[in-house]
């Protein structure tokens, strides 16, 4: 496999720590690892030659314009998750980024959106853009500029048809060496209410992928570039897991039997939210009412012939530092 040179934004990240690392330990392609703190930056980046940390912050990007022209694949998992500068960093930023690249040079651009934005049948989610918080409609605003960037302003031949997109499902992922996500974070404490938890029945279902089966399929797709017939578009996943299965394989790793179960309907809970007058977001409420953020042809390791590292619940709770107590 021909050596590349491979820009990483926000490789300080949870999804960049782990791409960073199996680009680092994987390959032998020249890194150029963008990142605000290089403290922050977990991973050794001196194992071997050819990696390079970039400090810098996307709201500058332009300082790297010299080397943007050199890239042969940007991966861009750099993202704002929310106040002041949201839509500058997401799109605005991000366009800017893209115009810097070379278009001759430049074989493929892995841009991460959020699955959050696309709708059952993978089509754009309406709701995203009038009800979601500032980083789902950012990163909605940005698809939709990137789906009209097939001819650039200018007349001139544009990077969109060389760009990749990955929709991420339920992010999982974080040890002592990268942060976790903020899925992950919270599992050991939803398995403390499991006694409760475990006599309910509840209409769901939703998909996730950890963070190293993520830096699996991207560093598949850096060696292997969709060809020009084929999707470039990807809904990274495992299988639609419903939240009732969830809640069966939880309680199985936990040794926890389930004699009955009662089912919460959308109804008690909007009148449990009345009632103790909760408030909730407007996006809050549409995911209530949505229940099923399920994918089309959903993509993980398994989908290119490679190994999964988390595949079922059990492999969550074990990956997730959760004792299991069934045996």
């Known amino acids: 496999m021909s050596q590349k040179r491979i820009l990483v934004t926000g490789a300080s990240g949870c999804i960049g720590h782990y791409i960073s690392e199996a680009l680092i330990q994987e390959t032998e392609h020249e890194l150029y690892l963008l990142v605000r703190n290089p ?29 943007l022209k050199t890239i042969d694949t ?26 810097l690249l070379d278009i001759d040079r430049c074989e493929q651009v892995i841009y991460f959106s959020t699955a959050s934005v696309l709708d059952r049948n993978n089509q754009p989610l309406k709701e995203a853009e009038e009800l979601g918080t500032d980083y789902i409609r950012s990163k909605y605003e940005c698809l939709q500029q990137i789906s009209r960037l097939a001819i650039a302003p200018s007349g001139a031949l544009s990077i969109a048809p060389k760009m990749t997109t990955v929709f991420p499902t339920l992010v999982l992922g974080g040890d002592s ?29 939703f998909h996730f992928i950890h963070g190293r089966d993520i830096a699996t399929v991207v560093r598949h797709l850096i060696d292997n570039p969709p060809k020009e017939d084929e999707t470039r578009s990807f809904v990274l996943g495992q299988e639609k897991l419903t939240v009732d299965q969830a809640i069966k394989e939880v309680c199985a790793y936990l040794g926890k039997k389930i004699y009955f179960r009662i089912p919460l309907s959308l109804s008690l809970a909007n ?26 042809n959903v993509v993980n390791p398994a989908s290119f012939g490679l190994p999964n590292y988390c595949a079922t619940m059990s492999d969550v709770l074990k990956i997730s530092g959760v004792e299991q107590l069934s045996k």
Do not use: C
């Not at 996500?181 to 938890?197: A, M, N, Q, R, W």
């Open 271 to 296: 009148l449990i939210i009345v009632l103790f007058r909760i408030q909730m977001a407007a996006w809050d409420r549409f995911s209530m009412n949505y229940r099923h953020f399920t994918y089309q």
């Open 177 to 205: 060496n990268k942060p976790y996500s903020h899925i992950t974070s919270g599992i050991p404490e939803v398995t403390k209410y499991v006694d409760l938890i475990r006599f309910l029945k509840v209409d769901g279902s």
């Open 39 to 67: 403290k922050k930056l977990q991973v050794d980046t001196q194992a071997r030659s050819g990696v390079t940390v970039l400090q810098g912050d996307m709201q500058e990007i332009g300082q790297f314009a010299d080397l």
């Open 74 to 99: 940007a991966v861009l998992t750099a993202t704002a998750w929310g106040g002041q500068g949201t839509f500058d960093i997401n799109v605005h930023k991000t366009h800017e980024l893209l115009n």
